[in-house]
């Protein structure tokens, strides 16, 4: 596949000599057929969705259920990262194009082959990588407005929607597991793992296939790199200890917990860079609220490695730090009403990723609840001193409030509206400082068909309790 000229001329455009499948026709499958259309080249799509398929058929795809495709005469497979490659067992179109030898990638890959010349900055992590992706592009956007960063991957924009980059020019990267595990020859100038705990072990088939996805990031090109790599975990230190060991890359090591020499980390809130031996302190992140936490003091501290490597200074950084405006979803502050706050943590849609937020503020009337994923809240024993009622809600709510019984006082409530009526309702009687904290640790779909749809009510719902009490004090004065 090459990249060619086409009338879009600030868009990517890919050709290739024999057909190319895609499999998955959610955005970024769309995206791949437009780059490939843009290309010229013959495109057969697939996806059991009838809504996309006819997405595809619009965009100049021929629509062929690829369970019957003759896979000896396509040249590759893009495969939507969401469908198995290895594990539990792989899909049967997965098997058929490998048996055939057709190639299997996914979009990150076929974004690199088109531009390998662009200066490819790539985040993973069990938790933070969105936070941190989000948070380069817009320290380095408010340092450069006059030619915005591209930021996608598994956050924003797929990215083969980018306009075409300039050689050398940053694009940056959020990138999970199931994205590593479909690429063959990308190679990441700059390359961060944040962290790395049990998480999708079924598609990985345990720890160890888990670890080894994520370590794809630190595929060796020609020239050296620069590894951002978090301490605060296990396996991640191992990994630093391994790269650092094999002499190519330039290692920097983060952390949110403790001094690093020769790295960037948080001590008391405030973030040192000894990346030149000078240990100097650049900023307190305590007053962002945008980054509260021990987890969001990682993210930072990886940004500013990752930001200090392409170029910018320690100052530049600060100020872009201070601005960030936060991320929908991930401890997003959507209302204020007198000594309460409201924050949408929708995205934790388990026990650890709700953690973080439980970790972060310390008078929590916390809403959880959805469908549960293994282990339910397990791990979270040791935050409930910082909850002062729970709002259980869907259809976990009746075994929530088996495991906060005796941890931390609960109303079963079923409902966002009514658990973020009876919550606000507490914090105003009791008159204290208040954190009205949605962190469900539950995937959203027994009542709701996405965690962003579930962030969205909550605001909604916010919204309109702050409105109606306020209408109250008017109607009373």
Known sequence: MTITESNHSSSIAINSNRPVAVMGLARSGLATIRALKRGGSEVIAWDDNPDRQTAAADLGATVSDLNTVDFAQVEDLILAPGIPLT???????????????????????????????????????????????????????????????????????????????????????????????????????????????????????????????????????????????????????????????????????ISSEGRVDGGVYVLNGVLYDDLDGFDEAICDLMPIETLPGYHNWQNAAAAYACCRHLGLDGETIAEGLASFPGLAHRQQIVGRYKRITFVNDSKATNADAASKALGSYKRILWIAGGVAKDGGLNGLEKLMDRVRHA???????????????????????????????????????????????????????????????????????????????????????
């Open 391 to 477: 709002y259980l809600i869907g259809e976990a709510a009746n075994d929530f409030a088996g495991w906060c019984d005796g941890k931390c006082e609960y109303s079963l409530c079923h409902t966002m509206d009514k658990a973020v009526s009876e919550a606000t309702a507490l914090a105003v009687k009791e008159r204290k400082e208040s954190v009205i904290l949605l962190s469900p640790a539950c995937a959203s779909f027994d009542q709701l068909e996405s965690f962003e749809q579930r962030g969205a009510v909550f605001a909604a719902t916010v919204e309109d309790v702050i409105r109606t009490r306020q209408q109250m004090l008017e109607a009373q004065q």
């Open 87 to 253: 594990h539990p067992k792989p899909h049967p179109v997965v098997v058929r194009a490998k048996e055939a030898g057709t190639e299997v990638i996914g979009d990150i890959e076929l974004f690199y082959r088109a531009q390998p010349a662009a200066r490819h900055v790539g985040i993973t992590g069990t938790n933070g990588k969105s936070t941190t992706t989000a948070l380069i592009g817009h320290i380095l956007n408010q340092a450069q407005p006059e030619k915005p960063v591209q930021v996608g991957g598994n956050i924003g924009t797929p990215v083969l929607d980018f306009r075409e980059p300039d050689p050398r020019e940053p694009v940056v990267l959020e990138l999970s597991s199931y994205q590593l595990d479909l690429t063959q020859n990308a190679i990441f100038s700059i390359a961060c793992l944040l962290n790395m705990t049990p998480d999708h072990l079924d598609r990985h088939g345990g720890m160890e296939g888990y670890i080894a996805a994520k370590k794809r990031i630190f595929r060796r090109g020609a020239m050296p790199q620069h590894a951002v790599i978090g301490i605060d975990s296990a396996p991640t230190v191992t990994i630093a200890g391994e790269l650092e060991k094999a002499g190519h890359w330039k290692v920097t090591r």
